[in-house]
């Protein structure tokens, strides 16, 4: 399992963000996939999953503001984040799991950095 994402970045308050997980070494279009988020001096935390249809969920904070999506055909997974907050900043990173369980998956890439400043 080979997971690599980009599209991180510094970005101003209300400001959006786009970010893509590429995928390899296995099967994309049969596995449930996750983004999660670390923030300095916390723990993981699931942010939302997409299932191998159409079926998505979303952590609380991000409901309304964040778009989980996927391309099998590209086996690449994205997150669009728009309306930015400061608390949004973290290391994201892409997993292969679904839901609240996706923080504990060891199937997970090295992340990139999310950084929302004035």
């Known amino acids: 399992v080979h997971l690599v994402e980009s599209g991180g970045g510094v970005v101003q308050p209300g400001g959006s963000l786009r970010l893509s997980c590429g995928a390899s070494?296995?099967?994309?279009?049969?596995?449930?996939m996750s983004w999660v988020r670390q923030a300095p001096g916390k723990g993981p935390e699931w942010v939302s999953s997409?299932?191998?249809?159409?079926?998505?969920s979303y952590a609380t904070a991000v409901k309304g503001r964040f778009i989980i999506s996927r391309d099998n055909a590209k086996d690449t997974l994205y997150l669009q984040m728009n309306n930015l907050k400061p608390e949004d900043t973290a290391l994201y990173y892409c997993?292969?799991?679904?839901?609240?369980?996706?923080?504990?998956?060891?199937?997970r890439g090295q992340g990139t950095q999310v950084t929302v400043s004035s």
């Open positions: 997409v299932d191998t249809a159409t079926k998505t």
């Open positions: 997993v292969r799991e679904w839901g609240v369980q996706a923080p504990f998956s060891p199937h």
């Open positions: 070494g296995f099967n994309f279009s049969l596995f449930a």
